[in-house]
């Protein structure tokens, strides 16, 4: 969507040619499929969800000065989309407890936990999974270490055939990797 996204804002997209109308949709498309799909877990209400946020991009779409504040706007109308469909399915699905617990990737949470902080952990898991990945090998083995299997500095240090302050400053290194990539997708929470 590097290139197309701008294009939304124009007032007269319906006037655009309708091969140029498809790319901006399928760029538009392939941008959120994925976190929506992650989200729902269903293709069809995926799409629907992504033609609702296209159609409210198209007639409301705000005064944004680049590309990046575009993209933020688009994602949270998605992520609305989304948490209103959520809701909605809970509502008319009457065999769910609120005593049953639902284990969200490696995060086990009470179901009475808001649709929103549902959805946002999901993300945010997809989030970090998505830089671990883009991570250099020898930080996501570390990390993971740490993280998924809960070892000590030392256990870390014995795995890794490293020393304990080795492996401390290269965490520490791969932590504030992992934060600054959260914080550019994610910004400032308490806004």
């Given at each position: ?16 040619n ?28 995926t ?18 000065e ?6 933020a ?29 639902w ?25 970090i ?9 020898e ?12 070892l ?31 914080f ?8």
């Amino acid at each position: 969507m590097q290139k197309n996204l701008l294009l939304l804002l124009n007032s007269n997209f319906h006037m655009l040619n309708q091969t140029l109308q498809e790319e901006i949709y399928r760029e538009f498309y392939h941008f959120l499929y994925k976190p929506i799909l992650y989200m729902i877990n269903d293709h069809s209400t995926t799409e629907d969800i992504i033609q609702e946020t296209f159609l409210t991009t198209l007639k409301k779409s705000p005064e944004v000065e680049n590309e990046e504040h575009m993209k933020a706007w688009i994602k949270v109308v998605a992520r609305n989309f989304t948490i209103n469909h959520i809701r909605k399915r809970q509502k008319t699905r009457h065999d769910i407890s609120l005593d049953s617990k639902w284990d969200i990737g490696s995060i086990t949470q009470v179901a009475a936990v808001s649709v929103e902080q549902e959805v946002e952990t999901k993300s945010l898991e997809e989030q970090i999974s998505q830089h671990l990945l883009a991570m250099k090998p020898e930080q996501r083995a570390i990390i993971e270490l740490k993280w998924k299997k809960g070892l000590s500095y030392k256990e870390i240090a014995v795995e890794t055939q490293d020393t304990e302050n080795a492996v401390r400053h290269k965490l520490h290194r791969a932590r504030t990797y992992l934060k600054r990539k959260l914080f550019k997708d994610w910004g400032d929470r308490n806004e």
